[in-house]
C-alpha cells in the first residue's frame, strides 16, 4: 500500500466515522485504494464504526405533526404520531438497520409447516413504564383492539385473516390464521400494531400513553411536542439519549432553520429544492434513505381505452422515468418499473429489464391497438406529494412524441383520496412504505381487493400471490415474485414514475450506526433509540 | 353617562345576535368542505366499514340541522362540546393555546402602539422632510411584506446569521419571563413590523388633516411652538379615527397570526384552527370562530366607546 492510499483511507475512514458515507459506499472506496475485502471489513469495524456513547437531550423538529392526533392506535396517520409509537410503544417484531426482521417484544417466532399459525415467544424483560410486566394478555388486547366487528381500527384490514389470537402461556402468543400467510412477523412491524397494557375486561388503555417502549413520555401535546426520558430497563439494545424532545415544525423552512441554528438535532423531511444548499453546510449531515414508497398512476384496467394491454403498455413507454426523476424528485428518487416491489423491502427480483422511454414503441402498440392520436384525462393534486401536479404536466409534455394527448386534471386537495382515488379512471396516488411485498400486492393489486385501485384482474399474478403467501422457503418466495414482478410490468394497469427516497438530515454530532432501516424516514422511526451524541 | 351604559349594553346585545349569525354560517361551511371527518380522520386507511362505524360512533349519521341544534343547547350553557378528533373537551384544547395567543398579541401591541403613535406624531411634524420619507418607505415596505417573508428576513439576520434570537419559538413549561420574552421576540417583531405602519400612516394623516382647521391657525398665531400645536391642538381633536385603527389592528394580532405561528413554530390558535378545518372538527372550528367573531365585536365597541370618550361633542350631544 503505497503512502498515497493511506491517506485516501484515512480520509474515507474519517468520512465513515462522521457519517458522511456509508458502509457500502466504504467497502467501495475501501477495495479501489487495493484492499481486500475482508481487510475493508475489518477497518470499518475497528476504526470507521464510531462507538456508541450515552447522554443529552436529543431534540427532533417534526413534519406532519396534527393537533387533532392522538395516541389511539387505530387512528395513527401522521409521522408525529408513528415516530412517537415507535419511541414510546413497542412492537412484536421490528425491521433492523439491515432491513431484515427482528425481535421487538417478541424474541423469538415461528410458523407451522403451512404458514397457517405462528407462534411468538415473548421476552421475559420486557416491562410498561409503569413497571408492569409485559405479558400475553396484553399483546392479545392490543392485537385484538384492530379486530372485531366494533373496531375502527385502520389496520382492521390487515388482520382481517387472523381467526384467533390465544395464549398458551403467560410468555406465549398464537395467531391462528384463516389461510396460510408466510409474511405475518412482518405484518407485525406495522405501525398500527403497538403493544399496550390490557385492562381488566379485555380492552386496552391507550389514553394514558403507558408504552413498553424505549422512552416515557413525561409530558406533551400532540401538534406541539412532546418530552421523554429513557425508560430503564427497556428490553432492547440501545436508547443511548437520556431524553428527547420532539418538537411539531410543520414549514419546511422553519424546519430547516430550526436544524441550521441548532435549535434541533435532527430534522424529518428535508425540502428536496433546497437539499442541495443545506449539504453545503458542515454542520449538517443529510441522510437520503431510497424506501418503499411509491408513487403510482392507475388505469382502470376494466374502462376504455385502459382496457387494451397495448395502450397501458404505450402509456408506459410514453414517460420518461429518469427525467421526472432528476426534475421533480431532484434526484432523491428511484425510477419504477411498474411492479410495486422496492429494493428496499425483501425478496427484490434483481436485474429485470428496466421499461424505458420509447415515445416510437408506443406509437406503434397504439396503432396496432387502434388508439391513434389518443386523448386520456389524468388527475392530479399538489396535496399527493409536492410536485405531483407538475410531474403530470412534464409526463403529458413526454407523452406527445408518442402522439398521446394527457389532459392534466388537477383535482381540489381536500378529500382527494374521498372523491378522485379509486373512482376517476386514471389518476395519481403515493402509497406510504409496505414492509413486504406480499402485503401491497394483497392491498392493491389482489383482483377482490378493495383498494385495487387499477381494477386489474390476472389469473396468474392471483395464482402466484396465493402461492407466495403459504411459501416459507425464501429461494421459491424470490422466484414467485420475480415471475410476479414481470406479470404486473408487462400486463398490470399502474405506472409507477418512481419510489421516493426518505431525506432528513441531523447535526454533525447526532451519529448512527451508517445503515438505516427504510420503513420509515429517521432509521425506520426509530432515531430516537438508535441514534446517539458524538 | 348613562348614554354609554345603554350604547354598550345595545352593542353586546346586537353582538350576541352576530356570534348567532356567525355559528350558523361556519357550521355549514364546515358542512359543505368536500369529504367528512370520519375520513380525514381516517386517512387512506379508511375503508367503507370503519368510515361507517366511525360516523356512527362520531353521530354524523344524523342530519346536519339536528347536530347543530344540538351544539345551539350545549353552547348556551356554556358548554362548546368536544373535539370529535381526539375526544378533548374544546376549552382544555383551546384554552392554553388562546392565552400564548393574547400573550403574543399583547406582547406585540405593547410595543407597537406607542411606537406607532409617537412615529406618527413625529412624522406629522416633520411632514415631507426625509426623516418623514424615509420612515413611510420603511413601514410601507413591511406592510406590504407577507408576514411569512418579513419572518424568514429577521429569522435570517437576528437567528442564522447573528444568533441573537432562537429561530423557532416553541414554548417549555418551565421558562422566566425574561426567557420567553427573548424566546418570542422575532415572532412579535414580525407582528409589530406589520402593524405599525397602519397604524402610523392614520395617525400622521389624521394630525395633517386637522392642521388646516382655523384653530390651529390660531395657535400658530399666537406663537406656540409646532410640537406643542400638534400634541395639544390637534392630537386631542385626532384621537378617534386613530382609536379606530389602534382596535382594528389589536384585533389582527388575535385574528391573523396563523402565518407569523407556522414560521416561528409558535404553539397558537391559528394553528389550531388550521388543523381543525383540514380534519372537519367542528366544535373546534366553531370555537375559534366564535373566539375570533367576538374579539372583533368587543374591540370595535371598545373603539367606539374611546371615540366617544375623547370626545366631548360626542359625550354631550345636543
Known amino acids: 500500500m503505497t503512502k498515497k492510499d493511506t491517506l485516501i483511507i484515512d480520509r474515507i475512514a474519517n468520512a465513515a466515522r462522521t457519517g458522511r458515507i456509508t458502509r457500502r459506499d466504504f467497502m467501495h472506496y475501501a477495495i479501489a485504494t487495493g484492499m481486500t475485502a475482508s481487510a475493508a471489513t475489518g477497518l470499518w469495524t475497528t476504526s470507521a464504526k464510531a462507538q456508541p456513547k450515552s447522554g443529552g437531550t436529543f431534540r427532533v423538529g417534526m413534519h406532519d405533526s396534527n393537533t387533532a392526533d392522538t395516541h389511539n392506535p387505530g387512528t395513527y396517520l401522521s409521522i408525529q404520531q408513528i415516530f412517537l409509537a415507535h419511541t414510546h410503544r413497542a412492537y412484536l417484531t421490528l425491521i433492523e438497520t439491515d432491513q431484515s426482521l427482528g425481535g421487538d417484544v417478541a424474541s423469538e417466532w415461528s410458523g407451522s409447516d403451512d404458514a397457517s399459525e405462528w407462534t411468538f415467544k415473548l421476552r421475559d424483560n420486557a416491562t410498561f413504564h409503569d413497571g408492569r410486566k409485559v405479558v400475553a394478555n396484553d399483546v392479545i388486547a392490543s392485537m385484538n383492539f384492530h379486530r372485531g366487528e366494533e373496531s375502527t381500527s385502520a389496520a382492521k384490514a390487515l ?43 379485555g380492552t386496552i388503555d391507550w389514553e394514558s400513553g403507558i408504552g413498553c417502549g424505549p422512552y416515557r413520555i413525561t409530558e406533551g401535546e400532540f401538534g406541539v411536542g412532546f418530552k421523554l426520558e429513557r425508560h430503564d430497563g427497556w428490553h432492547g439494545e440501545g436508547a443511548y439519549f437520556d431524553a428527547l424532545e420532539l418538537i411539531a415544525i410543520n414549514d419546511p423552512n422553519a424546519r430547516q432553520t430550526a436544524l441550521v441554528t441548532g435549535d434541533v438535532d435532527a430534522v424529518t423531511a428535508i425540502d428536496l429544492k433546497t437539499l442541495a444548499l443545506l449539504q453545503r453546510d458542515p454542520n449538517i449531515m443529510v441522510d437520503n434513505v431510497p424506501s418503499a414508497s411509491a408513487i403510482t398512476m392507475p388505469m382502470h384496467c376494466d374502462t376504455a381505452p385502459f382496457d387494451n394491454v397495448d395502450v397501458r403498455m404505450a402509456l408506459k413507454l410514453a414517460m420518461n422515468r429518469d427525467e421526472i426523476v432528476e426534475k421533480i424528485a431532484f434526484g432523491a428518487g428511484l425510477p419504477g418499473n411498474d411492479f410495486h416491489h422496492s429494493p428496499a423491502q425483501p425478496y427484490y427480483p434483481e436485474g429485470l429489464d428496466q421499461l424505458s422511454y420509447d415515445p416510437d414503441k408506443a406509437k406503434s402498440l397504439l396503432q396496432k391497438a387502434g388508439a391513434e392520436g389518443l386523448t386520456v384525462d389524468l388527475s392530479s393534486a399538489e396535496s399527493i406529494f409536492s410536485g405531483a401536479v407538475d410531474m403530470c404536466v412534464l409526463y403529458a409534455e413526454h407523452a406527445k412524441a408518442a402522439g398521446i394527448t394527457i389532459n392534466v386534471v388537477r383535482e381540489p386537495n381536500d378529500g382527494y383520496y374521498s372523491d378522485v382515488w379509486l373512482k376517476k379512471p386514471f389518476c395519481c396516488v403515493a402509497w406510504g412504505a409496505r414492509p413486504t411485498p406480499d402485503v401491497m400486492y394483497s392491498l392493491a393489486y389482489k383482483s377482490d381487493a378493495a383498494w385495487n385501485e387499477s381494477r386489474w384482474i390476472n389469473d396468474r399474478f392471483n395464482e402466484l400471490l396465493g402461492q407466495g403467501k403459504a411459501e416459507l422457503d425464501d429461494t421459491k418466495r424470490a422466484e414467485i415474485y420475480r415471475e410476479m414482478a414481470e406479470i404486473a410490468r408487462d400486463d398490470g394497469g399502474t405506472i409507477i414514475p418512481f419510489f421516493r427516497n426518505f431525506v432528513f438530515g441531523r447535526r454533525a454530532n447526532v451519529e448512527h450506526s451508517g445503515e438505516l432501516a427504510a420503513s420509515w424516514e429517521m432509521d425506520g422511526c426509530r432515531a430516537a433509540s438508535r441514534w446517539w451524541f458524538a | 353617562m348613562g348614554d354609554l351604559v345603554g350604547l354598550v349594553a345595545r352593542r353586546l346585545g346586537l353582538g350576541l345576535v352576530t356570534l348567532f349569525v356567525v355559528s350558523i354560517l361556519i357550521f355549514f361551511a364546515v358542512e359543505l368542505l368536500p369529504g367528512d371527518i370520519a375520513e380525514a380522520v381516517l386517512g387512506q386507511g379508511a375503508t367503507e366499514e370503519t368510515v361507517t362505524a366511525l360516523r356512527e360512533q362520531l353521530g354524523l349519521d344524523r342530519p346536519a340541522p339536528i347536530r347543530y341544534l344540538d351544539w345551539l343547547a350545549g353552547a348556551v350553557t356554556g358548554d362548546f362540546g368536544v373535539s370529535l378528533v381526539s375526544g378533548e373537551r374544546v376549552s382544555a384544547a383551546i384554552g392554553e393555546r ?17 411606537i406607532s403613535i409617537l412615529l406618527g406624531v413625529i412624522v406629522a411634524l416633520l411632514r415631507n422632510s426625509i426623516f418623514d420619507r424615509v420612515a413611510n418607505v420603511l413601514t410601507l415596505t413591511s406592510i406590504s411584506s407577507p408576514e411569512f417573508f418579513l419572518g424568514y428576513i429577521l429569522i435570517l439576520y437576528l437567528a442564522v446569521r447573528t444568533s441573537m434570537f432562537p429561530a423557532i419559538a416553541s414554548l417549555g413549561s418551565d421558562m422566566t419571563l425574561v426567557e420567553l420574552l427573548h424566546r418570542t421576540f422575532l415572532p412579535a417583531l414580525t407582528l409589530v413590523l406589520v402593524v405599525t405602519a397602519h397604524m402610523m400612516r392614520m ?12 384653530y390651529i391657525e390660531m395657535a400658530r398665531l399666537k406663537g406656540t411652538p409646532p410640537w406643542k400645536v400638534i400634541v395639544k391642538h390637534a392630537l386631542p381633536n385626532a384621537w378617534a379615527p386613530i382609536i379606530n385603527v389602534v382596535a382594528l389592528n389589536l384585533a389582527y394580532l388575535i385574528t391573523g397570526v396563523v402565518l407569523v405561528e407556522v414560521v416561528f413554530v409558535y404553539p397558537g390558535i391559528g394553528q389550531l384552527l388550521v388543523d381543525a378545518v383540514a380534519k372537519r372538527d367542528f366544535p373546534i372550528v366553531q370555537a375559534c370562530c366564535l373566539i375570533f367573531a367576538a374579539t372583533f365585536i368587543l374591540l370595535n365597541l371598545a373603539a367606539d366607546v374611546g371615540s366617544i370618550l375623547t370626545n366631548p361633542r360626542l359625550r354631550h350631544p345636543k
Request: hydrophobic share 50%.
Open chain 2, 98 to 114: 388562546f392565552v400564548n395567543t393574547l400573550f403574543l398579541a399583547t406582547y406585540a401591541a405593547v410595543i407597537a402602539v406607542p
Open chain 1, 159 to 201: 388482520l382481517t385473516d387472523v381467526v384467533d389470537i390465544t395464549a398458551p402461556d403467560d410468555s406465549t402468543v398464537v395467531f391462528a390464521l384463516s389461510g396460510p400467510n408466510a409474511d405475518l412477523p412482518w405484518l407485525m412491524t406495522d405501525y398500527h400494531l403497538t403493544i399496550q397494557p390490557a385492562n381488566d375486561d
Open chain 2, 203 to 214: 395617525t400622521r394623516a389624521a394630525i395633517i388633516n386637522l392642521l388646516a382647521s382655523p
